[in-house]
């Protein structure tokens, strides 16, 4: 399990302790933190890497997925430390690929979309239905970050970003490669977190990425 966290001292020891019911084996990636993220992880049993500064989601990401390849697991799952997954679900994701095959499972909380903040769902929605177009596939909830997916597959591919952009970059990568995509039905917890999407600057860096990567597709040779 790879959790990447940036001031989550309030869920993450609670999150790592439920995890660690399921899943033996918790790496938690902390963003340069200025709380007690670190030190709560560790107490409550997991492995903590730790950036001095924030660098990003995606920087989280790739660091945790990283270390998970030393420790030769073939699959990564990963979650935010909110509390806004619930790890009661990751017997959905082994299932799902264990029947599938497929070497991305994504959580899909569209079945209980009304549960969901009416901007966030409806962003969702939006970049969804876009992704989907870009792609061919059908991206149920292309902005979820409770994902599985097979180390291996993830070492070949080439990712560039380094911010909440990473998991529409992943599932277009994905899907350029022509692997399939698994999508698994999700719980929808929101309490009174708060996200650490900014939403001028991480909506600026969307868009450039969203750019780069239609252009580059336009441009490919047919």
Known sequence: MVIPCLNEADTIGQVVAEVRQFLPTVLVVDDGSSDQ?????????????????????????????????????????????????????????ISAAEHT???????????????????????????????????????????????????????????ETRHFEIESELLVAFAGAGLPIEFVPVQVIYRRERSKIQPCRDTVRWFCWWHRTRLRRLCKPP
């Open 37 to 93: 993220t670190a030190a709560r992880s560790g107490a409550a049993g997991a492995e903590v890497i730790r950036h001095e500064s924030p660098q990003g989601k995606g920087a989280a990401l790739v660091r945790g997925w990283t270390r998970a390849r030393e420790l030769k697991f073939a699959w990564a799952l990963c979650l935010d430390g909110d509390g806004q997954h619930a790890p009661s679900d990751i017997p959905r994701f």
């Open 101 to 159: 095959g497929a070497p991305l499972i994504v959580g899909n909380r569209m079945r209980q979309g009304a549960a969901m903040p009416w901007l966030r769902r409806h962003v969702n929605h939006w970049m969804s239905r876009r992704l989907s177009a870009l792609t061919g596939c059908a991206l149920l909830d292309s902005q979820c970050g409770f994902r599985l997916l097979r180390l291996d597959v993830w070492s070949q591919l080439v990712l």
